[in-house]
T-cell receptor
Framework: DAGVTQSPTHLIKTRGQQVTLRCSPI?????VSWYQQVLGQGPQFIFQ???????GRGNFPDRFSARQFPNYSSELNVNALLLGDSALYLC????????????FGSGTRLTVV | AQSVTQPDIHITVSEGASLELRCNYS??????LFWYVQSPGQGLQLLLK??????LVQGIKGFEAEFKRSQSSFNLRKPSVHWSDAAEYFC??????????????FGKGTHLIIQP
């Protein structure tokens, strides 16, 4: 079975631009979460979606938005990019309910110049 | 608010020696605890998780962790490290339900260096 897949793997954007990152969860996983990992730090929670509804949001500005599609894949959008948005963006999928772990993708490395 | 502290930023261990990585957490409800490993430029791989039951948890690659509620700790151990264990290790805490509004809270990580 394929794991969590994210695209693209790397991209470079200019300050002020907008970016869309994509994530496909493991087959059967209905919950998708997004995390931002700045170099040298642990991942920080951005969003969690389940059954196309937002379940949780971390402490990120409104420039960050996401959605989940009927096939449970997800997109993370970031508008008006800042240099500080440069990071590894990780997607994780999980089964809903107690006792399940989160499986992470390899991430998208975003560089804002 | 929930938090995770990994007091050791870097740890150097000789190959074949034992390893213990420390993790302390603060969480208002029953915690759901994880250890993840990350190789350079890669995503996170789950080593083990504690949900309930036996406080000594076995994971992949020969790792284990012990949950100590009285100390709010979830330390990771391995009896004999291999050069391939060199990586960044993250401890994380999450809600008992396995998901929800707060997601997972990660520590800042411990960078493990293996000496030949």
């Amino acid at each position: 079975d394929a794991g969590v897949t994210q695209s693209p793997t790397h991209l470079i954007k200019t300050r002020g631009q907008q970016v869309t990152l994509r994530c496909s969860p493991i087959s059967g996983h209905k919950s998708v979460s997004w995390y931002q990992q700045v170099l040298g730090q642990g991942p920080q929670f951005i969003f969690q979606y389940y059954e196309k509804e937002e379940r949780g949001r971390g402490n990120f500005p409104d420039r960050f938005s996401a959605r989940q599609f009927p096939n449970y894949s997800s997109e993370l959008n970031v508008n008006a990019l800042l240099l500080g948005d440069s990071a590894l963006y990780l997607c994780a999928s999980s089964l809903e309910g107690q006792g399940h772990g989160y499986t992470f993708g390899s991430g998208t490395r975003l560089t804002v110049v | 608010a929930q938090s995770v502290t990994q007091p050791d930023i870097h740890i150097t261990v000789s190959e074949g020696a034992s390893l213990e990585l420390r993790c302390n957490y603060s969480y208002g409800a029953t915690p759901y605890l994880f250890w993840y490993v990350q190789s350079p430029g890669q995503g996170l791989q789950l080593l083990l998780k504690y949900f309930s039951g036996d406080t000594l948890v076995q994971g992949i690659k020969g790792f284990e962790a012990e949950f100590k509620r009285s100390q709010s700790s979830f330390n990771l151990r391995k009896p004999s490290v291999h050069w391939s264990d060199a990586a960044e290790y993250f401890c994380a805490v999450g809600p008992y339900s396995g998901g929800g509004a707060d997601g997972l809270t990660f520590g800042k990580g411990t960078h493990l260096i293996i000496q030949p």
